[in-house]
């Protein structure tokens, strides 16, 4: 039999041992493919945004991360499969706007985005667009508040579907302007810029990329970004934020972890993450599908997921929108 004092140095060997096997793994990462998950079909600006950064990871770091397209349920099937993960670096989450929004639409989630998931990195953030018909008669958002309220029951809110980004930033208009409109959802953008560019409908809030070949080709009008500063897309239009003093709604990307990763890798894919988003190839994509770079770290992304998240819950409870059950 050992004595006490023995097992004692015995087991602190081990916790040694243990803790040096644990920070060589974490040098090491990533030893095998790692799986990113998107919780949206192949080809969208969310998927594109996942495959630009995670090729640049498999240059980088010398394993493939392959992306993994998991749609459904509004992008919850997605995250909660992160989210039950082995918590080891090997599954990684596209974080976008969805999870922020769905933490107050959905009553019965079985988890909690800012509880359950590790942030990473920020990505960058996307504007959306404030958008109208071109037989509207008004040239600026102040006109087009005006030509609303002129013309109550008659102006039409379009949508790419209740509860999305592109609905919620036509509710924030409403709530902060008092324009009162109808809102008519559409299952995604194109049937919505289809009815728009018709005059079934007179305004949608869409999201840069979808949008902006449209009003580039002049069959729309761009009154205003949802962005706190102007758009280098669309350097003529004006910030919707001078019309109505603190609007803010645009769209955040970024990646996650199940909790409870490894810091020492979610800092070391921190610091390839930022490195790659300083690329000017990069930085010159992202501006193109609408943000430039947020490079910053994991901290500053967690505050951001946050305030996200309080921000479109005080939206959906303030226009009463129906939560899914």
Known sequence: MISRRTAICLAAIGLSTAASIGSVSAADYPTRPVKWVVGYPPGGATDIIARLIGQRLSERL??????????????????ESVINAEPDGYTLLLVNPANYINATLYANLKFNVVRDLAPIAAFNRVPNVMTVNKDVPAKTPAEFIAYVKANPG???????????SVHLSGEM????SGAKMQHVPYRGAAPAITDL??????????NMPSILQHVRAGSVRALAVTSTTKSPLLPDVPVLADT????EASALFGVGAPKNTPKEVIAKLNKEINEILAEPAIKARLTE???EP??????????????????????????KIEKVQ
């Open 173 to 176: 208009f409403m709530a902060m």
């Open 197 to 206: 560019l018709g005059g079934q409908v007179q305004l949608i809030f869409d």
């Open 289 to 291: 599908l609408g943000g």
């Open 244 to 247: 109505i003093p603190g609007y």
């Open 294 to 319: 947020l490079i910053g770290p994991p901290e500053a992304f967690g505050k951001m997921i946050v305030a996200e998240t309080e921000k479109w819950k005080k939206v959906i409870e303030e226009a």
């Open 154 to 164: 008659k102006v039409n809110l379009a949508s790419s579907g209740n509860g999305t």
């Open 62 to 79: 010398g394993q493939q991360f392959v992306i993994e397209n998991k749609p459904g349920a509004g992008n919850n099937i997605a995250t």
